[in-house]
């Protein structure tokens, strides 16, 4: 053994590390076996590699996100009516004006979402009258936003709760006049094209301050008060509205990503 291990270290060991070397630096294989569906193999050379995106820095908007609002105005945003979105534009933020929600140009199906809000720093008003706003998705899906800081409301009312539907999995709320994120992952329904029934629920997961609150969770309609939600057929993509609710609510740094 020791007379081998002489010889082979050498001769032979250079060219089995440079074997061992050009085998771990293959890029890909093709004769692995395939992978349920039959496209392609196990580590296929021939799969496309995924599109590079350059991350945002911090939670700022990755290269091939849509900039929904980045302090500056209010550009993306209309009232429901198509007006033009009249919220105040204070300190790099967007403040809920009592002028009405507002809600994107675009419209999105599914998408990833990444919003920053603030309740005013002194608290006024009790239960759902407090830091009250909202984030419905396809103007329909709401994720609700209130200050919910020792706040006693109805659990399914609390900030980041399925509004009417399913409380967060935690409080994970910072307190009033602190900025606070979520970062929503939605996929839309789907609906029969020919009886209009619920072909798949809207899902969401949503982080709220880092922290997941809902994961992959269905909603059972699109968000109503004091009723049951119900699904109606709707088209494939809406808006992103914010909802006004009478409460001075700030929002900044918002992107969105279609998936
Ligand atoms: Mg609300």
């Known amino acids: 053994m020791k007379k081998f291990i002489q010889r082979t270290s050498l001769f032979a060991l250079p060219s089995l590390l440079a074997l061992v070397s050009a085998l771990s630096l293959q890029e890909g294989y093709d004769d692995t076996p395939f992978l349920p569906g039959g496209k392609w193999r196990v580590h296929d050379k021939s799969r496309p590699r995924p599109p590079l995106v350059t991350p945002g820095v911090g939670t700022g908007a990755p290269a091939d996100a849509i900039v929904l609002f980045d302090g500056s105005d209010l550009a993306e945003w209309k009232k429901g009516d198509g007006d033009d979105a009249e919220w105040k534009l204070v ?7 009592r002028t009405g929600s507002i809600q994107t140009k675009r419209e999105f ?11 005013p720093p002194e608290v006024q008003g009790v239960s759902q009258g407090r830091g009250n706003s909202g984030v419905f998705l396809m103007g329909k899906y709401e994720v609700q936003i209130l200050d919910s800081y020792k706040n006693e409301s109805y659990a399914d009312g609390q900030a980041a709760a399925m509004y009417g539907q399913t409380p967060p999995a935690v409080n994970a709320s910072r307190g009033p006049g602190e900025w ?17 029934s619920l072909a798949s629920p809207a899902i969401v997961t949503v982080f709220h301050n880092g922290i997941v609150v809902h994961h992959a969770r269905a909603f059972i309609g699109a968000t109503s008060h ?13 808006p992103i509205v914010l909802q006004d609710h009478g409460n001075p609510v700030r929002f900044r740094n918002i992107w969105v990503r279609e998936l």
């Not at 300190?91 to 004006?97: F, L, P, S």
């Not at 606070?180 to 209009?196: L, M, N, T, W």
């Open 91 to 97: 300190d790099g933020a967007m403040e809920v004006a």
């Open 109 to 119: 199906g599914d998408i990833q979402l990444h919003i920053e809000w603030r309740t």
């Open 180 to 196: 606070q994120s979520y970062d929503i992952v939605f996929d839309a329904p789907r609906f029969e094209s020919e009886s209009g």
């Open 226 to 238: 004091r009723t049951v939600a119900e699904y109606k057929a709707h088209a494939n993509k809406g």
